[in-house]
Nanobody
Framework: QVHLVESGGGLVQAGDSLRLSCTVSEQTFTVYTVGWFRRAPGKRREFLAVITMTSGTRYYADSVKGRFTISKDNSVNTVYLQMNSLRPEDTAVYYC????????????????WGQGTQVTISS
């Protein structure tokens, strides 16, 4: 199985930037893709972005395309989410999770969820 740990959240002002990190500890299985998600109060988990750990192919939700960038550094087993031009509506707990071999935006196809990191954007 795989253990994921998110970090990098915090409190920032609207318009600021933040970079989140997802450290992947592989125990038994090969990790094909890693996705970033968020859950705002009273809302379901929302897909944001996903990256393949092999080729680095990326796919983004329309809601964050152009503002958020997903990347990886396999040497340190870490996937990043660079978030620019943050807005109050970006306030949520942000999670990373392991996905299947094919890129997908379907939340239920991901597993091995981390504990999440809180991101709060003040107006």
């Amino acid at each position: 199985q795989v253990h994921l740990v998110e970090s990098g959240g915090g409190l920032v002002q609207a318009g600021d930037s933040l970079r989140l990190s997802c450290t992947v500890s592989e125990q038994t299985f090969t990790v094909y893709t890693v996705g970033w998600f968020r859950r705002a109060p009273g809302k379901r988990r929302e897909f944001l972005a996903v990256i393949t750990m092999t080729s680095g192919t990326r796919y983004y939700a329309d809601s964050v395309k152009g503002r958020f960038t997903i990347s990886k550094d396999n040497s340190v087993n870490t996937v990043y989410l660079q978030m620019n031009s943050l807005r109050p509506e970006d306030t949520a707990v942000y999670y990373c999770a392991v996905g299947p071999s094919k890129l997908t935006s379907i939340v239920d196809q991901y597993q091995d969820w981390g504990q999440g990191t809180q991101v709060t954007i003040s107006s």
